[in-house]
């Protein structure tokens, strides 16, 4: 794959990443498609491996998201513009501390964003703590999967 190829696949794959943030995208799917369409054009050996392991952590990843309790995040009070930006914190905090600064990110930028709306510490972790009840687990399950295999899919081009 040429370098722009590569862009093209990065930009669906972060694409898929904002639509788990975006109720009525499917995230997951458009990450796993753009996995398909980069192992296709590779036709490697580690291009199968990644996307035979991206299939299998996404559909794990809809397994569990049955079996949690749906919820709705607005009920808890936040505005979508909050949910949306601590999201995209989530994804940042990822790429800046591997892994763990998935749900760090996703934690603190939703505090932050909580204690500049209403004012003070209380009702900001409050409200924070609300808002993770009714969305948190889910949200996150969906965005740590779906980082894993964008993960796995740049450390899999970095390697090739």
Do not use: D
């Not at 499917?26 to 054009?41: F, N």
Request: hydrophobic share 60%; with cysteine.
């Amino acid at each position: 794959m040429n370098v722009w190829q590569l862009v093209a696949v990065g930009l669906v794959m972060l694409l898929g990443l904002l639509g788990v943030l975006v109720p009525g995208i499917p995230g997951p799917l458009i990450v796993w498609a753009g996995t398909v369409w980069w192992a296709l054009s590779e036709k490697s050996g580690l291009a199968w491996t990644v996307l035979i392991g991206a299939t299998g952590v996404l559909l794990l990843n809809q397994v569990v998201k049955w079996l949690l309790p749906a919820r709705n995040p607005r009920a808890a009070g936040a505005p979508y513009r909050t949910l949306f930006l601590a999201g995209v914190a989530g994804i940042v905090g990822f790429f800046v501390v591997p892994v763990l600064g998935c749900p760090l990110g996703a934690v603190g930028g939703l505090y932050l964003l909580e204690r500049v709306r209403l004012g003070g510490h209380g009702q900001a972790w409050a409200s924070t703590r609300t808002v993770l009840r009714a969305t948190g687990l889910s949200v996150l399950v969906e965005l740590f999967a779906c980082l894993l295999v964008a993960g796995a899919w740049a450390g899999a081009v970095s390697a090739g």
